[in-house]
């Protein structure tokens, strides 16, 4: 009986395994007839509200992704897979489709390359979340079929990061910083700039603005008031040093400001050493 059993268990893996390798990169049903587009493979499309007006929003890769941290390497748990684990990797651009307009393309790869023009640092997008009880499961029978038969992960979390009243941007892990700090930008269009972006800072308003996760999170939720995060602790990873910024977003700008701290002997923060002077 027990052979029997396993025969029909590893049939069943072997038809959910095919099952898993054939399914479309799609973001849900209703894109399931429309995977290829004229620009590239759809990976996540929503529909948006702006304005009274509805449009599409699509993540759309433009070269056939490749998986990275995927769930039969051994280090999709670790630090540097923090945000990536269970994800894929290529030429990643966004793409704004509205009625009566000419759509509009962002091109996501050139913020991930940081001046590396080997074509090395492309795109990392999450595809399927890791859930609680992976750790415990992740050298059991089958393991990375079924992480293969979850839905995809949603990438375009919109979110009004810099309080203009409307939630019409999301974040975009470009790295991961040791250990497992998620560091990105955030993208979309807002008030004052009303096309496709990566949004900057009052203080530089030339450069993408690249913050944790939790730092954009104290943003969005900081409604004109500013607000104090630890963007590096004393002790992290060896440091002598706390940075912490003070970040406040309201009516379209985000403003940001740093202090630096020298550490104690007994790792905690002492005295200042660097204040920037500008006032939020």
């Not at 992480?147 to 991961?176: C, H, I, K, W």
């Not at 409604?223 to 992290?236: E, F, M, N, P, Q």
């Not at 940075?243 to 790792?267: D, F, H, N, W």
């Amino acid at each position: 009986m027990n052979i029997y059993l396993k025969t029909y268990k590893l049939f069943l893996l072997l038809i959910l395994s095919i099952m898993a390798v054939m399914s479309p990169p799609i973001a849900d049903a209703a894109a399931a007839s429309e995977v290829k587009s004229k620009t590239g493979i759809l990976r996540e499309q929503q529909t948006i509200v702006i304005d009274g007006i509805a449009e599409q929003w699509r993540l759309e890769w433009m070269t056939m992704p490749i998986p990275n941290c995927n769930p039969e390497s051994e280090g999709w748990s670790s630090c540097p897979c923090a945000g990536f684990s269970f994800g894929e990797q290529g030429d990643l651009v966004l793409v704004r489709i509205r009625p009566g307009k000419k759509d509009e393309h962002l091109q996501l790869t050139p913020y991930f390359m940081n001046g590396d023009t080997t074509g090395q640092s492309l795109p990392i997008l999450r595809r399927w979340d890791p859930i609680e009880s992976d750790f415990d499961q992740r050298y059991s029978f089958g393991f990375p079929i079924m992480v293969r038969l979850r839905p995809l992960a949603q990438v375009m979390n919109l979110t009004d990061y810099d309080n203009d009243g409307r939630a019409t941007e999301f974040f975009v892990q470009l790295e991961s910083v040791p250990c497992g700090k998620r560091s990105g930008i955030v993208v979309g269009i807002s008030r004052d700039n009303p096309h496709l972006h990566a949004f900057t800072s009052t203080k530089n308003n030339k450069e993408p603005l690249s913050l944790y996760d939790y730092e954009w999170e104290a943003l969005s939720r900081s409604k004109g008031r500013a607000v104090r995060v630890i963007d590096w602790a004393c002790g992290d990873h060896g440091s002598d040093g706390e940075t912490e910024l003070e970040v406040k977003a309201t009516k379209g700008k985000i403003y940001i400001k740093s202090r630096s701290y020298q550490c104690t002997e007994s790792g905690d923060r002492g005295r200042l050493i660097k204040k920037e002077p500008e006032s939020l």
